[in-house]
């Protein structure tokens, strides 16, 4: 067991998909260094992630990343070892798995293997102005959407999911449909504010029906109806694509934010939390800070670059777990699939 008065300094490893991240997270001072090496030009010529050449990457990038990271951390004695055990892409989580239990048996140190999306969750408290339990989460990414109670680390309930696309992959795939690129979540947003948000209306869908379950794909069919008969128009130019970028985005916006105000008010709770890669987009920022204004509430972010995926928020879910004694032995499982709400307490 680890001794929990002991400062814990964590090399946290990051493989999850397309991305290959590490940093070291210090128990006392905090986070001390992270880099993070993205894909995305590597996928992009296929319109998406490619599980095998992403496998492929990060046994390739992982170990200069982590010798990088230690050199600017001031090559500290690592104390512990975490990394993304799921879920994700199996071959990816393999490799990050994979190196890290190697360092953890040579260093002869504890290992950790971190869910993924408690690392997103976690990660606002790497800020200098942390939330306080309890609070909603709501987590929105590429992969997924969800609305969480948090009563503290591993004290997690499911409140709402999507039933379909998450967000990001809605994101993603209107910004296909139209031909604008990959990955398309930030193109998308960045199009939007050129957009006309007058010029179309999309549903708002889910939110005329009780409970906190979510559905994104009819909005991307959506969209992809809306540019159709723009291009049948003759209209499949620039300003259409921005305008239905614009109202794309604010029904998204709506909907989370409507399915938020919703939990908070059945929890009873005045707190929100929002995190994982679609929480950096300005309008739902805009839609949910006014939210919380209006209940005179509090919304907690992480900064713009821990809101995709990234080293520290593994480092730093690892190191509250083995502080409080966890560890996995050598026999390492990665989950493609993982529910939150199968973690232990701490």
Known sequence: MTDS???????????????SAVAVYDSQRGLLAHNLYSQIELHAEYGGVVPELASRDHIRKLTPLILQTLEEAGQPQITGVAYTAGPGLIGALLAGGAIAR????????????????????????????PPMFP????????????????????RYRLLGDTLDDAAGEAFDKTAKMMGLGYPGGPI????????????YKFPRPMVDRPGLDMSFSGLKTFSLNTWHKAKAQGDDNDQTRADICRAFELAVADTLTIKCKRALEQEGLNTLVVSGGVSANREIRAKLDALMLKRKGEAFY????????NGAMIAYAGAQRLLAGEHNDLNFAAKARWSLEELKPI
């Open 5 to 19: 008065h002991q400062p814990l300094i964590v090399l946290g490893i990051e493989s999850s998909c397309d991305e």
């Open 102 to 129: 190697s360092l953890a048996y040579a260093w002869q140190v504890p290992a950790i293997g971190v869910h993924h999306m408690e690392g997103h969750l976690l990660a606002p408290m790497l800020e200098d102005n």
């Open 135 to 154: 609070f909603i989460a709501l987590l929105v990414s590429g992969g997924h959407t969800m609305i969480i109670r948090v009563d503290g680390i591993g």
């Open 188 to 199: 998308v947003s960045k199009l939007a504010q050129q957009g006309d948000a007058t010029r």
């Open 302 to 309: 992480p900064r713009l670059e821990f809101c995709t995926d």
